[in-house]
């Protein structure tokens, strides 16, 4: 092959490549607030995934810090950055990220079952996690109701429902109305928290009715947990009879065999509960859940 072909070859790669970057650059370049939001209100799961990573990546690309710094952090801090460098576009946003969370709790919590047509390769998990963590850093009232509708996923969004405490209380108790067992635990666990940080009497007798209701509940896990909360109370040993009487009666078993022996060559896990509290209410032990 002679230079002046090779030669040819080269420059026609290059020109190639150049296309191929400008067409890249092109679609960066057309890709807007208001096309990616429209993204996002799809029915679509994995239509408003993309649309949720190219929002991030636009905020990424809009950012006044370096590259370096701005490309370590996590959706959640990147966004309100950008949010507050860009107030004109910032309330849209938050809306939308808050309606988006709305939607997605939905098939996450609600019916447990995401979409079928969302795609294989996509990571919904993760997804799921880093939308929670940026509706939670957006510091808005309105954000509440969808991290409600998330508590059942721990951390993230019980940490933000928190921070607005008494504002969330009323959402928080009327999920002790739903019919998973894992909401009603998370509702008991989130009153407790929102009660007991309140200081005030009136907040500590209905901590304390929302165990009592609790321990009647139909789900073990309920009771379970409601059994746990009753070991950091200061006045724990008034449900000494209540604990000794479940310790004894609570139905549900499970396989295997309680490692303290109570429950002879079976489980009872509620019973199992209440003899370490007892144990530790007898004990002096300090809060344990």
């Given at each position: 092959m002679s230079k002046r072909t090779m030669l040819s070859i080269v420059l026609m790669a290059l020109v190639a490549i150049g296309h191929a970057y400008g067409q890249l650059q092109a679609t960066t370049s057309t890709t807007s607030v208001p096309d990616i939001l429209e993204r996002m209100s799809s029915s679509d799961l994995h239509t408003q995934k993309v649309a949720f990573d190219d929002l991030v990546e636009y905020a990424r690309s809009h950012s006044t810090e370096s590259p370096q710094v701005v490309g370590a952090e996590?959706?959640?801090?990147?966004?309100?950055?950008?949010?507050?460098?860009?107030?004109?576009?910032?309330?849209?946003?938050?809306?939308?990220?808050?309606a988006l969370l709305t939607e997605e709790n939905r098939y996450f919590i609600e019916t447990k079952n995401p979409p079928a047509d969302a795609h294989q390769e996509d990571d919904i998990s993760e997804h799921y996690a880093e939308l929670i963590d940026s509706v939670a850093s957006l510091n808005d009232e309105r954000a509440i109701p969808a991290l409600v509708g998330a508590m059942t996923t721990g951390g993230m969004a019980q940490n933000a429902i928190l921070k607005y405490g008494d504002k969330a209380l009323s959402l928080v108790l009327m999920q002790f109305k739903s019919p998973d067992n894992l909401t009603r635990v998370s509702a008991l666990n989130m009153a407790s928290a929102i009660l007991s940080t309140k200081g005030d009497r009136a907040s500590h007798d209905q901590m304390i009715a929302l165990i009592q209701t609790s321990l009647k509940d139909p789900a073990a896990v309920v009771r379970g947990h409601a059994v746990r909360e009753i070991t950091c109370l200061d006045e724990r040993s008034t449900f000494i009879p209540e604990l000794q009487q479940i310790a004894k009666t609570d139905p549900d078993k499970l396989p295997g065999k309680a490692d303290d022996g109570g429950d002879g060559d079976e489980f009872y896990p509620v019973r199992y509960d209440a003899r370490r509290v007892l144990r530790d209410i007898q004990n002096n032990t300090g809060c344990n859940r």
């Open positions: 996590l959706p959640g801090e990147v966004l309100p950055k950008f949010l507050s460098q860009h107030p004109e576009e910032a309330d849209e946003i938050k809306v939308e990220l808050i």
